[in-house]
């Protein structure tokens, strides 16, 4: 961002935020990513923003909201502002879908997961398997009473060149095309994860992503939503996983020990928290 003609450039406040999900307790993984994003902004005078992204309806519990709160204040960690909900914020992707309807960006799926899983091919990185468009081109006008989710047509998205950055990466070629025709609306909930991220951090004004490199091949679906919903694109910062001693990732379905547990048995988060900082996220987590 740039003042008037001849004046001094004018630079972009810092924004960064932690997005967890409250469908289970805190883990050690996210500790270090919520610290990075955290540390990221402080250092540069910026802002750090907590929203819960609770769209999950059958998996999101309010207990672990409030756990959620509890394990960032014994880290440490302060955010700025109100902590923004995403099921309070569906009128927003309601209406970006509507937007993609308008022009015929999106079509709607009635697949059912085991539909999907006896068509599907293997999708790049190690993610879900790509769909591959068995309702694009059909016709649904006597079906919409269906349960249906709303899917991107990749086919017929703008194909020109687009890029994002990442601290690491450098400069990416976009190729969202290879993740096929994600969902944008799911068939419980207006919006999908995809849709939803995009259009808060947009809103919220983020200028930094920092995230771990699991998701690394999700921005390429969200640099380009923010091309078809003409929203400001941010840098991205995908960290490393943290890893346990045996160098598997710390995540809740390998049984990686939650912050609340270290947090009733009295650990000291302060302490934990400077222990990631020194390096343990890059080098595994030793007892």
């Avoid at 672990?64 to 914020?89: K, M």
């Avoid at 160098?247 to 547990?261: D, F, I, V």
Wanted: with cysteine.
């Amino acid at each position: 961002m740039t003042g008037d003609m001849g004046s001094t450039p004018v630079r972009q406040a810092i924004v960064t935020r932690f997005a967890p999900s409250p469908t289970g307790r805190l883990h050690l993984g996210h500790a270090w990513s919520a610290i990075r994003a955290y540390d990221f902004a402080r250092a540069r005078g910026g802002r750090f923003l907590l929203r819960i992204e609770d769209i999950d309806t059958t998996r999101s519990r309010p207990e672990h909201v409030e756990t959620i709160l509890a394990d960032l204040a014994w880290l440490g960690l302060s955010w700025d502002g109100p902590v923004i909900f995403q099921s309070e914020r569906m009128a927003l992707y309601a209406d970006a879908v509507e937007r993609l309807k308008a022009r015929r960006l999106v079509y709607p799926c009635f697949c059912t997961r085991a539909d999907i899983a006896a068509a599907s091919v293997a999708a790049p990185h190690g993610s879900e398997p790509v769909y591959p468009g068995t309702c694009r081109g059909s016709d649904a006008s006597g079906r919409m009473g269906e349960p249906h989710c709303w899917r991107l047509d990749m086919a017929a998205a703008p194909s020109g060149p687009l890029v994002w950055h990442d601290a690491t990466a450098g400069q990416v070629a976009c190729d969202a095309f290879a993740q096929g025709d994600v969902v944008i609306a799911r068939k419980d909930v207006a919006a999908s994860y995809h849709l939803a991220v995009t259009i808060d951090d947009a809103s919220q004004d983020v200028t930094d992503v920092v995230r771990g490199v699991d998701l690394f091949a999700a921005t390429h679906v969200h640099r380009l939503l923010q091309a078809l919903l003409c929203l400001p694109t941010p840098r991205y910062h995908h960290h490393p996983l943290l890893t346990g001693a045996d160098g598997e990732r710390l995540a809740k379905r390998h049984g990686a020990p939650t912050l609340a547990a270290m947090r009733e048995r009295g650990d000291d988060g302060r302490a934990l928290a400077d222990r990631l900082r020194a390096g343990i996220g890059n080098r595994g987590l030793r007892s």
